[in-house]
């Protein structure tokens, strides 16, 4: 559960003694009301467990809180390198939502975007004439590319489309539109009819001699905030629908982050202080206490936005007894991942905490995360350990043939006692490379349907496991950045005969967090 990050901003300040000139100095932070400059959601798949249903869609929302308009950038990035498969920059009036429909035409083919929405995109969705049309409505659809994976960009992983078929989703707020000259704020305000003013001058804008062409900064201030997001997963077949809310990163820039359509500037190490020389103050709440963490902008700005995720270890629960139709998969997403495992060159090295890098060459296609297991039953007896990381005390059973014990890509889905059920797909999420997690045979010769489990990514305790690199009090934070959730379902057809009645419903992890104390002096900055 992310609740245990969120930051007391003022608290913080006071705490660490940082008032300066009467002003308390603001830290990145997750947001307590879900509202922020940058959004993460941690899923999308257009996968079923029915491999020839086309119908499963992710429902994605954006809303502006903010009476003020905004122009952000949308990114969705396939799911096991964090390649970049689609983007749009998008801009929203005051109080506006935007939503639109990821789905697919055929089972093996590119997920795919549309929208309903009038407000502007840039390129241009809804009002395009170029791109395909989906059924007889006419609605224009933008297909998700694999350009970012393959020809001089080529990885170690597939080249088919299928691979844009499940990944995440970042959203960076660019600015907020102003009064300006160049008359943005006007072209994308809805009038009365919830319609933009027109779509045009924003295309026009990035053109040859366009006003962003010659000024990136016209009619625009820094991010505001106040946007907040979620995807919803719906399986049409089983009429389940889950909802995700997105992670909300509050004080991310102070500065404007206008780039081109097609760039894949800004992205999440654009965290910025004001300058290269000031550090990025990063606010947590550190095992019950709220701590400030510090970290210098160059060379790896990305170091703070990953000490927001930072987890020794996630906890959840599976449900999977047959009693109740029940299923379980958890969803463990990287967000910063691909920052750590994606270097240059031909052999590109991983920067810690990530120990394996995602080769540029072969066909291993994967950068593996280590990880051990508690399981508990619903009265809290342990059930089983299963190393490289556990907590004293805890007796380590051995655990079955098919054990994983690596999490490969930067989106992965973990499936629980779904082994023996022989499928090629996870039963709720449709997942081809699914991570199976199986309680079989390992307590009295039994199976346990339901409890609940550790996802263990380090040891502080033993001083064991990855750390994140220190902030400038010499503080390590231990295990991995991540986010996910539990999605559970449910069949039951004993309560209306001839019905079939379908339940399903998502919790985000409990999160453990553990570090490193306080050093002596201050710490260098991190070589390139």
Request: charged residues 15%; hydrophobic residues 35%.
């Amino acid at each position: 559960m992310r609740e245990s990050l969120l930051s007391l901003p003022l608290l913080f300040a006071i705490a660490a003694g940082e008032l300066a000139a009467g002003s308390v100095q603001k830290g990145m932070h997750l947001s307590r009301d879900g509202t922020g400059q940058v959004l993460i959601y941690p899923y999308y798949t257009v996968n079923s467990h029915h491999p020839a249903n086309t119908t499963n869609q992710s429902l994605v929302s954006i809303v502006n809180s903010s009476e003020r308009s905004k122009a952000v950038r949308l990114f969705f990035h396939e799911g096991r390198n964090g390649r970049i498969v689609v983007e749009i920059t998008l801009y929203l009036s005051a109080f506006d939502t935007w939503t639109g429909a990821i789905f697919s035409i055929n089972s093996t083919g590119p997920a795919n975007l549309v929208t309903l929405d009038r407000s502007c995109t840039d390129p241009a969705l809804r009002e395009s004439t170029t791109l395909p049309q989906v059924g007889s409505n006419g609605y224009r659809y933008m297909p998700f590319s694999n350009a970012s994976y393959t020809g001089p960009r080529n990885d170690s992983g597939p080249d088919d489309l299928a691979r844009t078929r499940e990944g995440y989703i970042t959203l960076i707020e660019l600015g907020e539109v102003t009064p300006g000259g160049s008359g943005t704020l006007a072209a994308i305000t809805n009038n009365s009819s919830g319609a933009p003013g027109s779509c045009d001058p924003l295309l026009a804008a990035w053109a040859l001699n366009g006003y962003w062409m010659l000024n990136r900064m016209a009619d625009l201030a820094p991010p505001g905030g106040g946007l907040a997001g979620n995807v919803q997963l719906i399986d049409v077949t089983n009429g389940t629908m889950q909802l995700i809310q997105a992670d909300a990163i509050e004080n991310f820039s102070d500065l404007i982050l206008n780039y081109p359509p097609g760039d894949e500037q800004p992205n999440l190490s654009y965290v910025n202080a004001g300058g290269p020389n000031d550090p990025i103050a990063v606010d947590v709440i550190l095992e019950g206490v709220p701590t400030r963490l510090s970290y210098w902008p160059v060379p790896n700005p990305i170091q703070a936005v990953s000490a927001l995720f930072m987890a020794e270890a996630i906890h959840n629960e599976f449900v999977t007894s047959a009693s109740l139709g029940g299923a379980s998969e958890w969803v463990v997403n990287f967000p910063t991942k691909p920052y750590y495992v994606q270097g240059s060159g031909t052999d590109p090295q991983p920067t810690p905490p990530f120990t394996h890098a995602f080769p540029v060459t072969g066909d291993l296609g994967k950068a593996p995360v280590a990880f051990g297991i508690e399981a508990w039953t619903r009265d809290g007896v342990v059930l089983n350990c299963i190393p490289p990381y556990t907590y004293e005390g805890c007796i380590v059973g051995t655990p079955p043939p098919s054990q994983a014990s690596e999490l490969n890509y930067v989106t992965n889905v973990v499936s629980f006692n779904q082994q023996e059920l022989g499928l090629s797909r996870s039963l709720i999420l449709g997942a081809e490379q699914s991570v199976p997690i199986d309680f079989f045979d390992i307590f009295d010769g039994g199976t346990l349907p339901e409890g609940s489990m550790t996802m263990r990514f380090a040891d502080a305790q033993a001083g064991i496991g990855p750390r994140l690199f220190p902030d400038l009090n010499g503080r390590d934070l231990y295990g991995m950045p991540v986010q996910g959730f539990w999605v559970t379902s449910y069949t039951n057809t004993a309560v209306t005969p001839g019905i079939l009645a379908n339940y399903s419903d998502t919790i985000r992890h409990f999160v453990q967090q553990a570090a490193t104390p306080v050093t002596t002096g201050s710490v260098a900055r991190e070589e390139d």
